[in-house]
Protein backbone atom coordinates (compact mmCIF):
# COMPACT_ATOMS: atom_id res chain seq x y z
CA UNK A 1 0.00 0.00 0.00
CA UNK A 2 1.14 3.36 -1.10
CA UNK A 3 -0.12 5.01 1.76
CA UNK A 4 2.14 2.45 4.33
CA UNK A 5 5.30 2.99 2.07
CA UNK A 6 5.74 6.66 1.46
CA UNK A 7 2.86 8.61 4.14
CA UNK A 8 -0.40 9.63 3.10
CA UNK A 9 0.80 13.02 2.82
CA UNK A 10 3.23 12.44 0.09
CA UNK A 11 0.96 9.97 -2.63
CA UNK A 12 -0.30 11.22 -5.68
CA UNK A 13 -3.29 10.10 -7.54
CA UNK A 14 -0.17 9.06 -10.48
CA UNK A 15 1.53 7.04 -8.22
CA UNK A 16 -1.70 4.92 -7.35
CA UNK A 17 -2.84 4.79 -10.76
CA UNK A 18 0.25 3.35 -11.79
CA UNK A 19 0.58 1.02 -9.13
CA UNK A 20 -3.33 -0.36 -10.14
CA UNK A 21 -2.36 -0.14 -13.46
CA UNK A 22 -5.28 2.13 -14.20
CA UNK A 23 -5.34 5.68 -15.93
CA UNK A 24 -4.66 8.30 -13.01
CA UNK A 25 -8.46 9.89 -14.11
CA UNK A 26 -9.97 6.65 -12.27
CA UNK A 27 -8.91 7.70 -9.20
CA UNK A 28 -10.31 10.94 -8.70
CA UNK A 29 -13.42 9.75 -10.99
CA UNK A 30 -14.08 6.67 -8.29
CA UNK A 31 -12.62 8.27 -4.96
CA UNK A 32 -13.09 11.87 -5.53
CA UNK A 33 -9.67 12.83 -3.68
CA UNK A 34 -7.27 11.18 -2.63
CA UNK A 35 -8.38 11.84 1.52
CA UNK A 36 -11.62 9.86 -0.08
CA UNK A 37 -9.52 7.23 -1.06
CA UNK A 38 -7.55 7.01 2.28
CA UNK A 39 -10.52 6.88 3.92
CA UNK A 40 -11.88 4.28 1.61
CA UNK A 41 -8.72 1.84 2.54
CA UNK A 42 -8.77 3.01 6.02
CA UNK A 43 -12.40 1.80 6.54
CA UNK A 44 -12.09 -1.54 8.61
CA UNK A 45 -14.07 -4.49 7.34
CA UNK A 46 -17.04 -5.86 8.99
CA UNK A 47 -14.93 -8.64 10.30
CA UNK A 48 -12.42 -6.09 11.87
CA UNK A 49 -15.04 -4.20 13.30
CA UNK A 50 -17.92 -6.93 14.29
CA UNK A 51 -16.00 -7.58 17.62
CA UNK A 52 -16.10 -4.30 18.84
CA UNK A 53 -20.13 -3.82 18.13
CA UNK A 54 -20.91 -7.36 20.14
CA UNK A 55 -19.23 -5.12 23.02
CA UNK A 56 -21.98 -3.30 23.55
CA UNK A 57 -24.16 -6.29 24.23
CA UNK A 58 -22.17 -7.60 26.48
CA UNK A 59 -22.05 -7.45 30.58
CA UNK A 60 -20.14 -4.32 31.79
CA UNK A 61 -18.10 -6.29 33.76
CA UNK A 62 -17.04 -8.05 30.73
CA UNK A 63 -15.86 -5.45 28.39
CA UNK A 64 -12.39 -4.77 29.10
CA UNK A 65 -11.75 -8.14 28.38
CA UNK A 66 -13.39 -8.35 25.52
CA UNK A 67 -11.84 -5.16 24.43
CA UNK A 68 -8.54 -6.62 24.75
CA UNK A 69 -9.53 -9.27 22.79
CA UNK A 70 -10.77 -7.48 20.14
CA UNK A 71 -7.65 -5.06 20.04
CA UNK A 72 -5.16 -8.34 20.03
CA UNK A 73 -7.84 -9.36 16.56
CA UNK A 74 -7.16 -6.33 15.16
CA UNK A 75 -3.44 -6.42 15.17
CA UNK A 76 -3.77 -10.20 14.12
CA UNK A 77 -5.74 -9.77 11.53
CA UNK A 78 -3.74 -9.36 8.22
CA UNK A 79 -5.60 -6.55 7.15
CA UNK A 80 -6.26 -5.15 10.74
CA UNK A 81 -2.24 -5.30 11.71
CA UNK A 82 -1.53 -3.94 8.25
CA UNK A 83 -3.28 -0.64 8.84
CA UNK A 84 -2.19 -0.36 12.66
CA UNK A 85 1.42 -0.92 12.00
CA UNK A 86 1.24 1.71 9.42
CA UNK A 87 -0.49 4.09 12.01
CA UNK A 88 2.00 3.07 14.55
CA UNK A 89 4.81 4.22 12.63
CA UNK A 90 3.97 6.87 10.78
CA UNK A 91 1.04 8.61 13.13
CA UNK A 92 4.36 11.10 14.15
CA UNK A 93 5.05 12.14 11.15
CA UNK A 94 1.92 11.97 8.90
CA UNK A 95 -0.62 14.55 10.17
CA UNK A 96 -3.23 12.64 7.88
CA UNK A 97 -2.87 9.05 9.74
CA UNK A 98 -2.74 10.76 13.34
CA UNK A 99 -5.84 12.43 12.38
CA UNK A 100 -7.75 9.83 11.23
CA UNK A 101 -6.41 7.13 13.46
CA UNK A 102 -7.16 9.56 16.67
CA UNK A 103 -10.69 10.35 15.15
CA UNK A 104 -11.83 6.74 14.70
CA UNK A 105 -10.41 4.50 16.93
CA UNK A 106 -12.00 5.95 20.27
CA UNK A 107 -15.16 5.63 18.53
CA UNK A 108 -14.49 1.37 18.91
CA UNK A 109 -14.44 1.05 22.03
CA UNK A 110 -16.89 4.23 23.09
CA UNK A 111 -19.57 1.53 23.12
CA UNK A 112 -17.49 -0.42 26.12
CA UNK A 113 -18.05 2.35 28.39
CA UNK A 114 -21.25 2.22 30.69
CA UNK A 115 -23.97 3.60 29.87
CA UNK A 116 -24.15 6.38 32.10
CA UNK A 117 -20.37 7.06 32.47
CA UNK A 118 -19.93 11.00 33.10
CA UNK A 119 -19.56 13.01 30.58
CA UNK A 120 -16.24 14.81 32.04
CA UNK A 121 -14.69 11.32 32.19
CA UNK A 122 -15.71 10.07 28.50
CA UNK A 123 -12.49 11.36 27.30
CA UNK A 124 -9.81 10.39 30.18
CA UNK A 125 -11.67 6.82 30.19
CA UNK A 126 -10.70 6.84 26.74
CA UNK A 127 -7.61 8.13 26.67
CA UNK A 128 -6.90 5.43 29.30
CA UNK A 129 -8.34 2.52 27.68
CA UNK A 130 -6.34 3.68 24.58
CA UNK A 131 -3.25 4.21 26.10
CA UNK A 132 -3.63 0.51 27.65
CA UNK A 133 -4.28 -0.78 24.09
CA UNK A 134 -1.65 1.15 22.66
CA UNK A 135 1.03 -0.50 25.20
CA UNK A 136 -0.36 -3.70 24.55
CA UNK A 137 -0.07 -3.50 20.75
CA UNK A 138 3.54 -2.09 20.67
CA UNK A 139 5.39 -4.48 23.63
CA UNK A 140 3.20 -7.83 21.77
CA UNK A 141 3.54 -6.69 18.33
CA UNK A 142 6.07 -4.01 17.60
CA UNK A 143 8.69 -4.48 20.31
CA UNK A 144 7.79 -8.25 21.02
CA UNK A 145 8.90 -7.94 24.20
CA UNK A 146 8.98 -11.66 25.77
CA UNK A 147 6.91 -13.11 27.73
CA UNK A 148 4.21 -11.13 26.27
CA UNK A 149 5.14 -11.70 22.19
CA UNK A 150 4.65 -15.49 22.87
CA UNK A 151 1.55 -15.35 25.46
CA UNK A 152 -1.19 -17.26 24.37
CA UNK A 153 -4.23 -14.66 23.29
CA UNK A 154 -6.22 -15.79 26.19
CA UNK A 155 -3.09 -15.21 28.60
CA UNK A 156 -3.02 -11.65 27.46
CA UNK A 157 -6.35 -11.04 27.72
CA UNK A 158 -6.63 -12.58 31.43
CA UNK A 159 -3.70 -10.26 32.28
CA UNK A 160 -4.92 -6.99 30.55
CA UNK A 161 -8.59 -7.77 30.42
CA UNK A 162 -8.86 -5.93 34.57
CA UNK A 163 -6.70 -3.16 34.12
CA UNK A 164 -8.93 -2.22 30.78
CA UNK A 165 -12.12 -2.59 32.85
CA UNK A 166 -10.56 -0.86 35.45
CA UNK A 167 -10.26 2.32 33.37
CA UNK A 168 -13.76 1.24 31.74
CA UNK A 169 -15.54 1.45 35.10
CA UNK A 170 -13.43 2.17 38.05
CA UNK A 171 -13.33 4.54 40.46
CA UNK A 172 -10.36 7.76 39.28
CA UNK A 173 -8.40 9.47 41.13
CA UNK A 174 -8.99 12.86 42.13
CA UNK A 175 -7.03 14.52 38.90
CA UNK A 176 -6.99 18.48 38.20
CA UNK A 177 -9.18 19.00 34.74
CA UNK A 178 -7.33 18.04 31.95
CA UNK A 179 -7.94 19.75 28.36
CA UNK A 180 -8.17 17.77 25.29
CA UNK A 181 -5.09 18.46 23.32
CA UNK A 182 -2.85 16.36 21.48
CA UNK A 183 0.27 15.91 22.83
CA UNK A 184 3.39 17.96 21.01
Not at 30 to 43: D, K, M
Not at 65 to 75: C, I, M
Not at 144 to 166: C, D, F, K, W, Y
Request: net charge negative.
Amino acid sequence: MLFIESGADRVSARRIAAAAGVDPSLVRYYFGSLEALLEEALRPSDDLIAPYVRIRELPVEERGAALVDAALHTWEHPVGSTIMRWVTVTSDHDSTAYKRFSEAAPQHWMGALPEGTPADEVDIRNSLVGAALGGIAITRYIWRMEPIASMSRETVVALHGPVVQGFLTGPLPDVPAVASAPAA
